[in-house]
């Protein structure tokens, strides 16, 4: 039978429940929902979580006692005078009592079995790998061009890596309780009204709140000196699983850790840098940041373009000092309203700091990459250095190292200073050449400031390595032509009609993605006019893409997140990071250029452990030679679905749709995609989507990835030309790692 008849049955399998499937489904609509229950996974391994918790130490202390020699700690936010009381009454205790309290602390961990049962059950695997050295780099690199070596090499790789059981955080007051984060960040957390810490959370907080403490019960000595200088960390988990405040509260608390101990507590240091490759989801985080900090006095702050951040020059003189009055302030501004061009579409800004602009205060930066290298290096002469800077997150870290934004990503990472320095790198996707790169980055790094070796990494990961999105149903929906994929969205936007697309359980608010910003232009003018003017009309359906003005960029961001705009047509600017909480569903109305670009699209729905979403990908016969490697995400999604009980999240619950994404004669039916495909629609989108096909929805030009390239290139020659003038023989390559990461460009 001809493969396209095949395939033009759909993919859809009937419902298992009978009856009321609609009704059902509009309960599980993830806008429909409460604040749900986060975590994905609860394996059986025979512990269940909290119950079989044993105090292995003091048992006798009391939960009252233990919470008021807790409170007895430093408060980071007591008035002054108090403060000042609390300070010499701390010293006259001299730190024997931090030492019982330390050790009272200790004996309330799990001991290392209890841990591995729970990280277990939550699927979570820690894993501590050793940077190599420079040599030991070089050295491996002839190794593996050996054949005969290569098994040694394997082995020595398997010496590199240790699986870890740190304690799992069981439960947000643990935060206060057992890592004594300041009160008013615990306050402003417990406000939030999270009810169980994500699994992500579990794993990663206690190490990046206090590693010793985290790792108190280990006692493998390789583990233990491992750690001797701190280590810094990857994460790779599932989207929407709540990675970003993983990384924000331990950047919010080491701060204010560092402050307690300072004369001038108001005084603003720039000690943690959070880099995002899109201002979307720049702006986002640092607004996640002010709801933590707030009432600490910290300043989180998004950068904006012409803004001035501390940072020295090579001669150490200091870049500015910091003005009483702030010009540039961003303290109570949603920092949507004002947000400048995006630096996702990077080039050169037209507007750079002028010597007068008053440096801005700061703890904790938020920003784009090339917005900030084009800060540092700005000017001709030696690049700005950020000595400080004592932690540097990079979320979406496979993007931001992926050729795209690597140099500008690197040329920042080269800028932090401090020995101490610790790097995180926070994604849903993170390819194997990326994680070398890593290793290998952060070797030179350490070689650049003359340390005898780079740190460990943490390496955890949440459920499979393989990337998948089990939380959400997938859809696979074929049409035979564009105008027969353009019909089928018009029957997503009017559930009442009766076609298969229709029995697609999508109901607004959703995301619609396309290939460029000429296709999501073109789609939007054509679909404006289909929500009937008693249902609010054109202004429910609106178009972002990085070709349109700030202004209109973020006002469209904000309607959407006021449910005021129902259809969102878009291109991947909006498919890594940004976090609507109400979205339904997302339609790839072009397939997307990547496994990877398809999770994350997938991924901005079904956020949080929310049942319900869905996401529709629409594919055409000349997406075929392209489809498999979304079917492998969707059937590895449902395999990751059912092994966890039925479904993922939401505690389990039991009335869950069953998905229809995928099924297996598909899957064999499906052409392999080869790796020069795979290239060449990361890099190109596909082809006939291009320029000159006629009709509105094939009004395209250059793909995403061309137009990034080009941008990217001009930028980042410019800002290494400058860099590389002022810093000769410091190492900061790309490790020798060559292209290969999975990613489909952000826009369009
Ligand atoms: N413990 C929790 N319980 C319930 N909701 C949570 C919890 N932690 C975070 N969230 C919420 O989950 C949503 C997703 O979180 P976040 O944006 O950090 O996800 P992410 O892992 O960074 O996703 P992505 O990979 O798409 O960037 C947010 O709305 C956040 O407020």
Redesign the pocket.
Same mark, same amino acid.
């Given at each position: 039978m001809d493969i396209l008849k095949i395939l033009s049955r759909g993919t859809k399998r009937p419902a298992k429940r009978a009856g009321g499937a609609s009704n059902a489904q509009s309960n599980l609509l993830p806008s429909a929902g409460s604040?749900?229950?986060?975590?994905l996974f609860h394996d059986d391994v025979g512990l269940s979580r909290g119950t079989k918790r044993r105090r292995t130490g003091n048992a006798e202390t009391k939960p009252d006692e233990a919470e008021e020699e807790e409170l007895s700690d430093i408060d980071f936010f007591a008035p002054k005078d108090h403060a000042k009381a609390q300070d010499s009454a701390k010293t006259s205790k001299s730190s024997k009592t931090a030492d019982q309290k330390a050790k009272a602390r200790k004996a309330e961990l799990l001991d290392e079995d209890e841990c591995r049962q729970l990280l277990r059950s939550h699927r979570l695997k820690l894993t501590l790998m050793k940077s190599p050295s420079s040599q030991e780099a070089k050295e491996k690199d002839k190794v593996k061009k050996s054949k005969k070596k290569k098994k040694a090499a394997k082995v020595d790789a398997k010496d590199d890596k240790k699986q870890l059981y740190p304690q799992p955080l069981t439960s947000?007051s643990a935060l206060r309780d057992t890592y004594a984060i300041s009160s008013r960040l615990a306050e402003n957390l417990e406000k939030?009204s999270?009810?169980? #810490? =994500?699994e992500?959370?579990m794993a990663s907080l206690p190490l990046l709140l206090d590693h010793n403490l985290a790792l108190g019960k280990v006692e493998d000595p390789d583990i233990v000196s491992g750690f001797e200088d701190g280590a810094d960390f990857m994460a790779v988990? #599932? =989207?929407?699983?709540?990675?970003?405040?993983?990384f924000l509260i331990p950047a919010i608390n080491g701060i204010m850790k560092k402050r307690a101990g300072r004369e001038d507590r108001k005084q603003h240091e720039l000690n943690a840098i959070v880099i995002a490759p899109t201002r979307e989801?720049a702006s986002?985080i640092a607004n996640?940041g002010k709801k933590l900090a707030m009432g600490t006095g910290l300043r989180i702050v998004y950068m904006r373009k012409g803004m001035r951040v501390a940072a020295e020059t090579a001669n150490s003189d200091k870049d500015g000092e910091a003005a009483d009055d702030d010009e540039i302030s961003d303290e109570g501004s949603s920092s949507e309203d004002e947000d400048d061009e995006g630096e996702d579409k990077p080039k050169p800004p037209k507007k750079t700091a002028s010597a007068s602009t008053p440096i801005t205060k700061a703890d904790i930066l938020v920003t784009t990459p090339m917005l900030l290298l084009n800060y540092l290096t700005e000017g001709g002469s030696s690049p700005k250095t950020l000595p400080n800077v004592q932690s540097l997150v990079l979320?979406?870290a496979d993007v931001l190292l992926d050729p795209l934004f690597r140099d500008q990503t690197v040329g920042i990472w080269s800028a932090c200073t401090d020995p101490d320095l610790q790097v995180s790198f926070?994604?849903?996707t993170m390819p194997s050449n990326i994680e070398t790169l890593i290793m290998a980055q952060s070797a030179a790094h350490a070689a650049a400031r003359g340390l005898p070796s780079a740190r460990p990494t943490v390496r955890l990961v949440v459920g499979l390595k393989d990337t998948a999105v089990p939380n959400v149903s997938h859809r696979l929906v074929y049409t035979a032509s564009e105008p027969g994929k353009l019909l089928a969205l018009r029957q997503l936007l009017r559930p009442a009609s009766s076609s298969s697309a229709s029995d697609v359980p999508l109901r607004p608010p959703f995301l619609v993605f396309t290939q460029t910003i000429e296709r999501a232009a073109a789609l939007h003018e054509e679909l404006k006019f289909d929500i009937p003017l008693a249902a609010g009309g054109p202004a429910r359906i609106a178009v972002l893409h990085s070709g349109l003005p700030d202004a209109r960029r973020s006002a469209v961001v904000r309607r959407f997140r006021a449910g005021e705009v129902w259809v969102l047509i878009t291109t991947d600017v909006l498919a890594?990071?940004?976090?609507f909480?109400g979205v339904n569903g997302v339609v790839s109305y072009d397939v997307p250029g990547s496994a990877a670009a398809y999770v994350?699209r997938a991924?901005?729905t079904g956020?949080?452990?929310r049942e319900g979403g869905v996401a529709v990908t629409f594919y055409t016969r000349d997406d075929i030679p392209f489809v498999k490697s979304v079917a492998n995400v969707i059937a590895l999604s449902e395999r990751q679905r059912s092994a966890a009980g039925g479904g993922g999240g939401g505690g389990g619950g039991e009335s869950k749709e069953s998905s229809s994404g995928v099924q297996q004669w598909l899957l064999d039916a499906l052409p392999q995609v080869s790796k020069e495909d795979r290239k060449k629609l990361r890099e190109r989108g596909v082809e006939s989507r291009r320029s000159g096909a006629g009709g509105k929805a094939r009004i395209t030009s250059k793909s995403a990835w061309e137009r990034r390239r080009e941008n990217n290139r001009k930028g980042a020659i410019e800002g290494s030309k400058r860099r590389k003038g002022a810093e000769e023989g410091g190492e900061q390559g790309d490790g020798g790692e060559s292209s290969g990461a999975e990613w489909g460009g952000l826009d369009d």
């Open positions: 604040l749900p229950h986060a975590q947000f939030l999270y009810k169980e #810490p =994500t992500v959370q988990a #599932p =989207t929407g699983s709540g990675k970003t405040l993983s989801l986002q996640e979320d979406e926070w994604s849903a890594r990071g940004v976090d909480a994350h991924g901005r956020r949080a452990g």
